[in-house]
């Protein structure tokens, strides 16, 4: 169910804070969410941690400006490309954290050490390309490159997460780089048990209860609202 657009812009506010609490995203990165009429709600180009509800622009399929006074983000067409791709994405966030450069580098997936991994159990493909996405076919590439995952990294640049809506989309955001950071921590240990993938699937029927659910956003929510 697609939210009431002036819910999404102060939700969408709330993303973007706890992504800059949480330290996985900087002066770049950008957060989209698809409305109701097939418009585009967007952060502008600007630190996604900085943007009021003012600042929101929201853009056509085409990644054309509609409405709000920013301007549209440079790799705007990652996110119009993945739309079009997939129509059961209805948010989408890109981001730098270095974690995810630093595994996409070594030509690796996101392994599933811990539960926090466990939306991510069908593959992490890698995007090979340090190029910025400014063109639609660079975004179709990518989202061919992201399939029907839930996300990509992308060799030298990043990572992109798709989700359902936004509650689901920052928690996907912050466990990718969760469970990336302990990749790194346990490359150096010899052998490595991963979650198999009927665990995987187990652990997402009870990471969608809704208790569990509002138990993990009332947390991040709560450091960064007082």
Do not use: W
């Not at 346990?186 to 209860?209: R, V």
């Amino acid at each position: 169910m697609i939210e009431p657009i002036e819910a999404m812009k102060e939700k969408m506010i709330i993303v973007c804070k706890i992504l800059q609490k949480q330290r996985v995203i900087d002066g770049y990165g950008h957060v989209t969410a698809r409305l109701s009429d097939g418009r585009i709600l967007s952060t502008p180009h600007m630190p996604p941690g900085k943007v009021a509800v003012r600042d929101l622009i929201i853009i056509d399929g085409q990644g054309n400006k509609l409405e709000g006074a920013g301007e549209p983000n440079g790799e705007t067409s990652m996110h119009t490309s993945i739309y079009k791709a997939r129509p059961d994405v209805q948010s989408i966030l890109h981001y730098h954290a270095d974690e995810l450069i630093a595994v996409a580098a070594s030509g690796q997936e996101i392994k599933v050490l811990s539960n926090a991994g466990v939306h991510f159990y069908r593959g992490t493909p890698i995007y090979d390309s340090p190029l910025l996405i400014r063109n639609h076919q660079l975004g179709d590439k990518l989202a061919a490159t992201l399939g029907d995952r839930s996300a990509v990294l992308l060799r030298g640049h990043g990572g992109t997460v798709v989700a359902k809506n936004l509650d689901q989309l920052v928690r996907r955001g912050l466990d990718l780089v969760r469970s990336a950071k302990l990749q790194i921590m346990a490359s150096t240990l010899d052998p490595l048990k991963t979650h198999s993938d009927e665990e995987c699937e187990q652990m997402i029927k009870g990471h969608e209860g809704s208790d569990v659910q509002r138990r993990f956003l009332d947390y991040y929510i709560s450091e960064v609202v007082d």
